[in-house]
C-alpha cells in the first residue's frame, strides 16, 4: 500500500523547535523528490520546500529559510523537516507528498503559540 505518514507534530512556544517525520511505504522512496507543504487555519496550502532524491542541494519558501531544514534517509525511508525559531505565523497542517505521483500524506498539526 503507498502511503506517507507524517508524524511530529504538536504545541510548541514561539521561539521553539520541532523535527517532523515523514515515513514512506509502498514505493521506492528513493527515486523520487519529496516535498513538504502546509495550510494554516483560512488558508490556501502553501510549498514549504523540497529535496531530490538524494538529499544535497533543497530548495526553500522565502517566509522559512534559514529557520527550516529539510533532509532525508533513504534507508529508512523517511524525510525530515526540522523546525527551528518556530512563529505563530507557522501554525499550520505539515503535509509531505510525492508531487510527482499524486501521493500525500494524512498531515500533522503544529501549533506554536505560549
Known amino acids: 500500500q503507498v502511503q506517507l505518514v507524517e508524524s511530529g507534530g504538536g504545541l510548541v512556544q514561539p521561539g521553539g523547535s520541532l523535527r517532523l517525520s515523514c515515513a514512506a511505504s509502498g514505493f521506492t522512496f528513493s527515486a523520487y523528490r519529496m516535498t513538504w507543504y502546509r495550510q494554516a487555519p483560512g488558508k490556501e496550502r502553501e510549498w514549504v520546500g523540497d529535496?531530490?532524491?538524494?538529499?544535497?542541494?533543497?530548495n526553500y519558501a522565502d517566509s522559512i529559510k534559514g529557520r527550516f531544514t529539510i533532509s532525508r534517509d533513504n534507508a529508512k525511508n523517511t524525510v525530515y523537516l526540522q523546525m527551528n525559531n518556530l512563529k505563530a505565523e507557522d501554525t499550520a497542517v505539515y503535509y509531505c507528498?510525492?508531487?510527482?505521483?499524486?501521493?500525500w500524506g494524512q498531515g500533522t498539526l503544529v501549533t506554536v503559540s505560549s
Open positions: 507528498c510525492v508531487l510527482s505521483r499524486g501521493i
Open positions: 529535496i531530490p532524491r538524494t538529499g544535497g542541494s533543497t
